[in-house]
């Protein structure tokens, strides 16, 4: 297939030359990213999408998206797919999703969970909102990015997917790092306390697979000083999102709102910049009530 990708970023970038490793013509643009080796260099975003059948986007933000579905769309061929992977909020996903069906095109938003070592090994799972049609379309494609894709609904059902996971994950993380900080002043074991709740009813990922505590459970951003991984700082992102959709559609979720504050002020005003999300853990053990 020939391709378009705008986005050559952390993400963006392993994803663009694993699909070059696989055979198809990939041409990228990128304000500032250097392009993977194989990737075609283009001038502008309306030249990475010209003539291709695919245009995938892996961006920062709903705003940035916007704007370059509005430079990309009118350079596409009818039929073509314009396929955003990025992160972002659910009506902008719609927003663009609109302007392209508008423009003959297909239009998909497939937000990824596995991070950057997910894009580089080809193992990211996509979440997927959009027409049958332009799935099947770029089903090859996401076979070759990542080990699953999920079909969730029509446009913006990816971002609505990701989102609630992430504001899941968010929450988890939080309860399970003020249990271990608890736990502590409790003078109980942290092996013991991972030994009960990994296999009882407090379980969940943020426990068993991504433990915060160092050296118990697997490995995880803990046992490495707190270097993400997941960074505190895209976690917020993510929370925010969950609740501008929250807002939106006039939902209540007094859970992730704590969670968004919390890593709000962990990422603003604490150390939490820069480090893994799981370290909530140590900044509730320096913690009282007061
Ligand atoms: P990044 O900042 O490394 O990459 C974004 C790229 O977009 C940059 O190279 C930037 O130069 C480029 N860019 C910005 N504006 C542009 C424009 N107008 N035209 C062309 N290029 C432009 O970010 P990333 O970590 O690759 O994340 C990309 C998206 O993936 C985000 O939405 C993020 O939330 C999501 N995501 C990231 C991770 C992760 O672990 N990094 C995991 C899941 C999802």
Redesign the pocket.
């Known amino acids: 297939m020939k391709i378009g990708f ?8 392993p994803m663009a030359a694993n699909l070059v490793k696989a055979g198809h013509a990939v041409t990228g ?5 250097p392009m993977p080796e194989g990737v075609t260099k283009a001038a502008s ?1 309306a030249e990475a999408a010209t003539g291709a059948d695919v245009v995938i ?5 709903g705003a ?2 916007r ?2 579905a509005a ?1 990309v769309i009118p350079a596409m061929a009818a039929g073509a797919v314009l396929c955003d ?4 909020d659910v009506e902008s996903a719609r927003a663009v999703a609109d302007q392209a069906a508008a423009a003959g095109l297909g239009a998909l938003d497939a ?9 580089a090994a080809g193992t ?1 799972t996509f979440m997927v909102g959009g027409s049958d049609a332009a799935f099947a379309t770029v089903k090859p494609l996401f076979d070759i990015m990542g080990q699953k894709a999920v079909h969730c609904g029509a446009a913006g059902a990816g971002q609505a997917a ?1 989102i609630c996971n992430n504001m899941i994950l968010g929450v988890t993380m939080i309860a399970t790092c003020e249990a271990f900080a608890l736990a502590d002043k409790l003078g109980l074991d942290r092996q013991k306390m991972f030994d009960v709740v990994s296999t009882s009813s407090g379980y969940s990922w943020s426990m068993n697979a991504y433990c915060p505590a160092p050296g118990v459970g697997p490995t995880s951003p803990a046992d490495n000083g707190y270097k ?4 505190a700082e ?1 976690m917020l ?2 929370l925010r999102l969950s609740q501008q959709a929250a807002e939106a559609a006039d939902a209540d979720t007094p859970m992730g709102q704590l969670a968004a504050a919390l890593y709000t002020s962990f990422v603003e005003a604490e150390d939490g910049k820069g480090r893994d999300f799981s370290a909530m853990l140590p900044r509730f053990e320096k913690r009282g009530r007061g």
């Open positions: 705008i986005g050559l970023g952390n993400m963006g970038g643009f990128d304000l500032a990213a975003a986007t892996m961006l920062p933000n940035i998206l704007a370059v430079e992977c990025s992160t972002v937000p990824v969970s596995g991070g950057v070592g997910g894009a990211l990701k993400p991984g997941f960074a895209l992102k993510d």
